[in-house]
């Protein structure tokens, strides 16, 4: 092999990223998007349900099944989606969304719908902005990355120290502002990682797509927690 085809090669291989990759972003944000779709309908259907709403905020069985269900989900579906064909990845995906509809259920009785309408549109604004740093920026966001997450971690056991030992709505409301900027942070950095990991995709083939289904999984996540902790800041609590 010459000097000049060895060239021709690397630039077709270049060409092939560059044309899959926009596709690919585009589909991560789609699957996201009716993700999100199948949340609420879910939500709202839930809610709108006397029977089923009281259920899910009362019983402390199923709240917990949920809540392990939920784990559970993420799990396989990161771990094992490589493995699995794409239908059953995208079928995962979306039973997970509804499960999480029926979780989230209980916040269109918490909250007005006023307020719930108004916090998804300052969730969108602020996930489209932060998405979109992701995927233009220069900058390496990999540091950042580790830092928001060990940030998480320490959120987490905060949260449920404040749940089972201290209840204290103050610190709530101070996790609420830290957990909105951890997950803005996310947002850009996840995006970013998306974009180089489909970037090494050559076409649109099965595993690429199972990328960008992880991809739009992660997002997800990242769009459903800022959310709630806008919400939690924001929201109108029903009298």
Known sequence: MNEEQLYRMINEKEGLATAAMPALMRKVYVWMTLAMVITGITSYIIADSPALIYQIMTNKMLNIGLLIGTFVFVIIINK?????????????????????????????????????????????GTFAAMSLIGLFTKADLSSLGKILMMALIGLIIATVVNVFFIHSSGMQLIMSYVGVLIFVGLTAYDTQQIKKMLLMADNMTEEAHKIALLGSLSLYLDFINLFLYLLRIFGGRNE
């Open 80 to 124: 094992a989606i490589m493995r699995l064909s794409l239908t059953v990845g995208t079928l995962l995906f979306i039973a997970f969304s509804i499960l999480m509809g029926v979780m989230l259920s209980s916040i269109f009785i918490a909250y007005t719908m006023t307020s719930i309408a108004n916090v998804f549109f300052i969730t969108a």
